[in-house]
């Protein structure tokens, strides 16, 4: 168990937004998510900002933006944390291990991305700094074209999973009409998600565009805090675990379906929090492609290894079935601003715990289990949280 908790949180829209740049995004919750913890401004000993960036601005240097909008903080140590599309989350352990080594009680996690200010020809291309460039760099689409050859390699082991995969894009953009914050909030249908068409083309076959998440813009923040100060506030949730393992960072040297990274870091935190997978009430998992879930199904444990596909079509990670999986409508419909995913899934699963997700809100959850990826798999990050108060 860690003893930090998350007592605070803010979240911008995610999509294409008027916000200018990261220091704007920055602004629009840093000081929101100290208001909504209750947590004065001269309490916060340290700032770790989120920003993978790698082209999308040429401002660089994000942990020094906090201050540009709370001057009280300028004198705060503030770093800028990155690790591909896990950048979120090792930003949040940064901030734990932070506050574990007694070097502060308050922490204020920052996870922001403007991405639609470049051409999307160069998002592309900046997205695939989260690959090994040395091998993958040529793939046709870009880092959709690296998930493209994992889901055929997986329909060549397992059988062709076009169909769930629509299933599951379906599945998060039904339930992304319920979320204020979502980038698409449409439900588009299994129909329209299964058909090629002008409007669904394939991108990275057999991958279509509804199998993969979108460029967006957006920042979200937490505020996390040791026990003793925690007792004092409104909301206290706590992590009864928190993992990162890694993976090879070239697919050509491990089982590209495999995902083994994420089910070490899985196994690690379910043992860790004493827990099985029966035990959690919902799941936000890093759904940057549909494959990608199915995938995550098998390595959390959900399902055996190319037994995926039971997990939709038996409808166990619906909202209302046996483990509701990205209720939030997960990147998919949120959308996929790289430095903000990681909090932002965070940020999900505690207003669910703490009965404050409404129109989103399960049906009185404890235990949420949230898992964020960097690259294809590579960087893997499982957070077990528990609603304390």
Request: net charge negative; charged share 20%.
């Amino acid at each position: 168990m860690t003893d930090a908790a998350i007592v605070g949180w803010a979240h911008t829209p995610f999509g294409k937004l008027d916000m200018p740049d990261v220091e704007t995004l920055i602004a629009a919750v840093a000081r929101p998510a100290l208001d909504h913890a209750g947590v004065p401004v001269g309490m916060v000993d340290g700032i770790f900002v989120g920003a993978f960036n790698q082209g999308f601005s040429r401002q660089g240097f994000e942990g020094a933006q906090v201050a540009l909008t709370m001057p009280e903080l300028a004198h705060v140590p503030a770093v800028r944390v990155e690790n591909a599309c896990a950048t979120g989350s090792a930003a949040i352990h940064a901030a734990l291990d932070f506050i574990a080594a007694g070097r502060g009680r308050v922490a204020l996690v920052v996870g922001a991305e403007k991405m639609t200010a470049v051409p999307t020809s160069v998002a592309g291309d900046i997205l695939l700094g989260a690959s090994y460039r040395a091998e993958e760099a040529a793939v046709d689409g870009g880092f959709a074209g690296l998930f493209g050859r994992i889901a055929s390699h997986y329909f060549q082991r397992h059988g062709d999973r076009s169909e769930e995969l629509a299933l599951i894009a379906a599945k998060n953009h039904a339930n992304g009409v319920a979320n204020p914050y979502a980038q698409m909030r449409r439900d588009l249908g299994f129909d329209f998600c299964n058909t090629v068409s002008d409007r669904n083309p394939f991108v990275a076959p057999p991958l279509r565009r509804t199998d993969c998440s979108l460029i967006s813009d957006g920042a979200a923040a937490l505020v996390i805090a040791s026990r003793d100060v925690a007792a004092d506030l409104a909301r206290e949730i706590g992590f009864r675990a928190r993992v990162q393992a890694n993976d090879h960072l070239p697919l050509s040297r491990r089982d590209p379906i495999a995902f083994d990274g994420a089910r070490r870091a899985w196994r690690s935190a379910l043992d860790a929090a004493s827990l099985t997978l029966d035990d959690l009430h919902l799941v936000e998992t890093h759904d940057c492609f549909t494959i990608a879930e199915l995938i995550e199904y098998e390595a959390m444990g959900l399902a055996a290894p190319g037994e995926g596909h039971r997990v939709v079509r038996e409808g166990w990670a619906r909202r209302d079935g046996r483990l509701p999986v990205n209720a939030s409508g997960g990147l998919k419909s949120k959308g996929h601003p790289i430095g903000a995913t990681g909090v932002s899934q965070h940020v999900m699963a505690c207003l669910q715990l703490a009965g404050e997700a409404g129109d989103m809100q399960l049906r009185d959850p404890a235990l949420a289990g949230v898992f964020n990826m960097g690259g294809a798999a590579v960087a893997n990050y499982v957070s077990i949280l528990e609603r304390r108060r």
